[in-house]
């Protein structure tokens, strides 16, 4: 006789599906799932669905829910994807002899229109940068001691310059070390990125040059850290420690006001820059900058404006080509 598998609670296959995550992967993961399927937990308890009695039609039910909640499109996505992979886990683990939502369709959300920075307003933030430590521009930073601006300066300056420079993420430029710096191979390395595998990013001469300025500014604030306290982070925060990618969103939030910059720059849309830039040169070569592990994937960042599309096709000339002088046929003298 078949045994039945037992019965568990929400939270119970909750907490267990989220010891797993965290055996595997980063916090902010684990988070991910804690947030989206702690709703979908508390939604069926309250409802008194039992984990083992829920199906598609109690899925169509708790997303028809969150739209009458205000949730966006790509929030439900979320939603179900979520709930997929941990009923999924709860099949494989016995804590459910199957999963209700095998065969269940999450539907793609919308994407929205993406800004892509013009050539004009990279120029407008770089500059904007140095501007907004500068008093006699920029009346709120005048109570703040010389050496402060000069360290919030020169180093956010470096950041974003490094951002637009190599199409690094966030994440990859705030956990660069100083011995990921190799200034006289042009060139820096990326240890912890979303691939997991780390690469080596050329350094062009502009960032090298705003990379030195930088570190003569860190080794004069550095001096004063006691021997062993420096973590040796190449871009620390006020207190020494890993500048936080929250942090530094607030900042560019604050400069890209100060310079009347659209509010949709953020900070992946430097990457975005960067990409669409590299790849009008060589798709591949932009692709292995990027670390993605497809070509389809730095496609999606790419959007050819019409000067460059109109550039490129007179270089190519198709038609031109054909009709050249050296491919027409000679003329032949009229007879009559």
């Known amino acids: 006789m078949p045994t039945q598998t ?56 708790y997303l028809a829910h969150r739209i009458e909640a205000g949730r966006a499109r790509l929030t439900l996505r979320h939603d179900g994807v979520c709930a997929k ?54 009346a709120g930073v005048r109570h703040m001691p010389g050496p402060t601006r000069l360290f919030h300066r020169t180093r956010n300056a470096a950041v974003i310059m490094g951002l637009v420079d190599t ?48 570190l003569r500014v860190r ?3 550095m001096s004063a850290v006691p021997p062993g306290e420096d973590q040796g982070w190449l871009f620390p925060s006020d207190t020494g420690n890993r500048l936080e990618e929250v942090h530094f969103l607030r900042t ?18 430097l990457r975005r820059y960067s990409l669409n830039r590299l790849a009008q040169h060589n798709l591949l070569m932009a692709q292995e900058i990027a670390g993605h592990k497809e070509t389809k994937t730095t496609y999606g960042y790419t959007k050819l404006d019409p000067d460059f599309v109109r550039r490129e096709h007179a270089l190519a000339s198709p038609l031109g080509s054909v009709l050249s002088n050296k491919y027409r046929p000679p003329k032949r003298k009229q007879l009559i």
Not at 173 to 199: F, H, M, N, Y
Request: hydrophobic letters at 40%.
């Open 167 to 214: 199409a690094c993420r966030i994440g990859e430029a705030l956990s660069l070390t100083v011995s990921d710096v190799r200034l006289s191979e042009c060139s820096v390395v990326i240890r912890q990125s979303k691939g997991k595998e780390p690469r080596t990013l050329p350094v062009g001469p502009e960032w090298k040059e705003a990379l030195e300025a930088w």
């Open 6 to 61: 037992p019965s568990v609670t929400w939270n119970e296959a909750l907490r267990e599906f989220l010891l797993h995550e965290q055996a595997i992967h980063a916090k902010k993961t684990v988070r991910y799932y804690q947030v989206q399927l702690s709703g979908l937990a508390a939604w069926a308890s309250a409802n008194e669905i039992p984990l083992d009695a829920f199906g598609k039609r109690h899925m169509d039910r």
């Open 85 to 138: 992979k941990f009923l999924s886990w709860c099949a494989k683990n016995d804590l459910l002899d199957r999963s209700p939502l095998a065969e269940y369709e999450v539907h793609n959300a919308p994407k929205p229109a993406k800004h892509m920075p013009t050539s004009e307003e990279i120029t407008r933030l770089l500059q904007a940068v140095q501007d907004y430590w500068n008093p006699e521009k920029n």
């Open 252 to 269: 560019l939030k604050r400069v890209t006001a100060f310079a009347g910059l659209p509010k949709e720059i953020a900070l992946h849309s």
């Open 219 to 221: 080794s004069r604030v």
